[in-house]
């Protein structure tokens, strides 16, 4: 076997390796600002309420958990709260106090 056959299994590592760095950091650098996640979420929540339900109803603060980066709080009157908790890539984690 020639030496340089050796040394194969390592450039596979490395290249498996620099293609999960490349990916991770492209979600990171793709992750929007919390103006749109909330947005998002907001008009998220006025599709899935429906009739009565307005994107001003909802409000959004800071996770204190490490997993998360936001939870936002729709609360219309006469209705019960629906909370969204966002992630750090902007993506929904859990949704609380929908039937």
Same mark, same amino acid.
């Given at each position: %076997?020639?030496?340089? =056959?050796?040394?194969?299994?390592?450039?596979?590592?490395?290249?498996?390796? @620099? /293609?999960?760095? $490349? +990916? %991770?950091?492209?979600?990171?650098? $793709?992750? +929007?600002? !919390?103006?749109?996640?909330?947005?998002?979420?907001? $008009?998220? #929540? /006025? !599709?899935?309420?429906?009739?009565? *339900?307005? =994107?001003?109803?909802?409000? =959004?603060?800071? =996770?204190? *958990?490490? *997993?998360?980066?936001? @939870? /936002?709080?729709?609360?219309? !009157?006469?209705?019960?709260? /629906? @909370? #969204? #908790?966002?992630?750090?890539?902007? *993506?929904?984690?859990? @949704? !609380?106090?929908?039937?």
């Amino acid at each position: %076997m020639p030496r340089w =056959a050796i040394f194969l299994p390592l450039v596979g590592l490395v290249a498996a390796t @620099v /293609v999960i760095g $490349l +990916s %991770m950091g492209r979600k990171a650098a $793709l992750r +929007s600002d !919390e103006t749109e996640v909330i947005t998002r979420i907001a $008009l998220q #929540y /006025v !599709e899935e309420e429906g009739e009565g *339900a307005e =994107a001003t109803d909802c409000t =959004a603060r800071l =996770a204190t *958990a490490d *997993a998360l980066w936001l @939870v /936002v709080r729709c609360a219309p !009157e006469g209705r019960a709260a /629906v @909370v #969204y #908790y966002i992630d750090r890539f902007g *993506a929904v984690a859990h @949704v !609380e106090g929908r039937g």
